[in-house]
């Protein structure tokens, strides 16, 4: 199993959950021009990441790789302990922060694609921040009295992780969300998290 990612990209949620499955892969780290050369190119005609080759299968997309990957490994429990219940929990959780949080995020690193004029660019950054704020909180009250997002280890974890990565490179206001806090320097511990890290570049 083969994991093509981009240092602090969304695809380094795929690497984390990698990590803690416990299955055999490798990764390949990109950059800006390498995503784009000939070769990566006829694995993923999009020229993006995630992609996960295993064997002959080709899968690109974040949450469709994270589902993947979870169900590869099932002893390492990342959708839960197996019950239709759990599932949809860490399922939940998965869609809020690849649907809602990611997205949110797109007016600041891309502001080009909303707006064409630079000189408008700015405008956007408050709104954004505001949204982004908000969808922040509703992370915050959730995680009272848990220590991981579904109230158990998921696939959802990581690829939030790397959005409050995100927030500390645009200095988003997230000021008294203790919980948040808290759940980020747990992630940052973690001896998985540590090693997508630092095979990244990041660490």
Same mark, same amino acid.
């Given at each position: ?10 695809? %380094?949620?795929?690497? &984390? ?14 950059? +800006? ?7 990566? /190119? ?5 020229? %993006?990441?995630? %992609?996960?080759?295993? +064997?002959? #299968? ?10 993947? &990957? ?20 860490? %399922?939940?959780?998965?869609? #809020? ?7 949110? @995020?797109?007016?600041? @690193?891309?502001?080009?694609? #909303? &707006? ?6 700015? =405008? ?18 959730? /995680?009272?009295?848990?220590?991981? &997002? ?5 696939? =959802?974890?990581?690829?939030? #992780? ?13 000021? +008294? ?27």
């Amino acid at each position: 199993m083969k994991l093509y990612t981009k240092p602090g990209a969304c695809s %380094t949620a795929d690497h &984390i959950a990698l990590a803690w499955s416990g299955l055999p892969y490798e990764v390949e780290v990109l950059d +800006g021009r390498r995503l784009k050369s000939p070769e990566y /190119l006829a694995i993923n005609p999009a020229g %993006t990441v995630p %992609t996960l080759v295993d +064997g002959d #299968f080709v899968l690109p997309q974040n949450a469709a790789i994270l589902g993947y &990957i979870a169900d590869r490994a099932p002893a390492a429990a990342l959708l839960g302990d197996g019950s239709p219940r759990q599932r949809a929990e860490a %399922t939940r959780w998965l869609a #809020f922060v690849n649907a809602d949080l990611h997205p949110a @995020f797109k007016p600041l @690193f891309a502001p080009g694609s #909303f &707006i064409a004029h630079r000189a408008q660019h700015e =405008a956007l950054k408050g709104p954004a921040h505001e949204r982004l704020r908000a969808l922040y909180d509703v992370v915050d009250r959730q /995680l009272e009295g848990r220590d991981w &997002i579904a109230g158990f280890r998921s696939v =959802a974890d990581p690829y939030l #992780f790397v959005t409050l990565l995100w927030a500390d490179r645009l200095k988003l206001d997230v000021g +008294g969300l203790a919980r948040v806090h808290a759940y980020k320097a747990r992630l940052q511990a973690d001896s998985g998290v540590q090693a997508a890290l630092t095979a990244e570049g990041l660490g």
